[in-house]
């Protein structure tokens, strides 16, 4: 009976490890929210970057497009885009405080690839998206579309902070080059 109890208790608190709804602080993701616009609207500084290096684990060689916002010299907010086999894929990363706080990413597919994703987005193209919330580097909550699973955006989530700090290190090192 033990061990039945042990496994139900695990088994619920894996559950809500894995579930959007079970993990999210609403007032700390809408505080989150509130600083993600205030982001978006303050900045005096951007720098464009085209680069066939895979600075992305999801790019292609291909190319990424790279739009760095800054704030009082301080970036706040990348943006990147590019393509691989199947479609168009976008990153943005939120940055407060030299800590990431919020992660939007999206993959439209191609016109053959209908199947991938039932979710249509605005432009009409079938596609996944995802945003993920972050306290301290560590996701706290997410929402998506078009993803069957919640193990595709918890590998994502765990992952996009490395994926920054790579991406500030290239770009730092490249700004300098200007």
Same mark, same amino acid.
């Given at each position: 009976?033990?061990?039945?109890?042990?496994?139900?208790?695990?088994?619920?608190?894996?559950?809500?490890?894995?579930?959007?709804?079970?993990?999210?602080?609403?007032?700390?993701?809408?505080?989150?929210?509130?600083?993600?616009?205030?982001?978006?609207?303050?900045?005096?500084?951007?720098?464009?970057?085209?680069?066939?290096?895979?600075?992305?684990?999801?790019?292609?060689?291909?190319?990424? #497009?790279?739009?760095? @916002?800054?704030?009082? =010299?301080?970036?706040?907010?990348?943006?990147?885009? +590019?393509?691989? /086999? &199947?479609?168009?894929?976008?990153?943005?990363?939120?940055?407060?405080?030299?800590?990431?706080?919020?992660?939007?990413?999206?993959?439209?597919?191609?016109?053959?690839?209908?199947?991938?994703?039932?979710?249509?987005?605005?432009?009409?193209?079938?596609?996944? #998206?995802?945003?993920? @919330?972050?306290?301290? =580097?560590?996701?706290?909550?997410?929402?998506?579309? +078009?993803?069957? /699973? &919640?193990?595709?955006?918890?590998?994502?989530?765990?992952?996009?902070?490395?994926?920054?700090?790579?991406?500030?290190?290239?770009?730092?090192?490249?700004?300098?080059?200007?």
């Amino acid at each position: 009976m033990k061990k039945l109890i042990c496994v139900l208790i695990l088994s619920s608190l894996f559950l809500c490890m894995s579930k959007a709804l079970c993990a999210q602080d609403s007032s700390l993701i809408k505080t989150i929210e509130n600083e993600t616009h205030r982001i978006y609207d303050r900045t005096d500084k951007q720098r464009w970057f085209l680069t066939k290096k895979k600075l992305i684990s999801f790019a292609d060689t291909l190319g990424t #497009e790279i739009t760095v @916002y800054s704030y009082k =010299d301080t970036i706040n907010r990348i943006v990147c885009t +590019g393509y691989n /086999n &199947d479609g168009q894929w976008g990153v943005e990363f939120y940055i407060s405080e030299y800590k990431l706080i919020f992660v939007y990413y999206s993959k439209s597919f191609f016109e053959n690839d209908t199947i991938t994703s039932a979710f249509i987005n605005w432009k009409g193209y079938p596609c996944i #998206e995802m945003r993920i @919330y972050y306290n301290s =580097d560590q996701p706290i909550g997410y929402t998506y579309n +078009g993803i069957k /699973n &919640d193990k595709e955006v918890l590998q994502k989530a765990v992952a996009f902070p490395n994926e920054l700090k790579k991406f500030t290190q290239w770009i730092n090192d490249n700004i300098q080059k200007f």
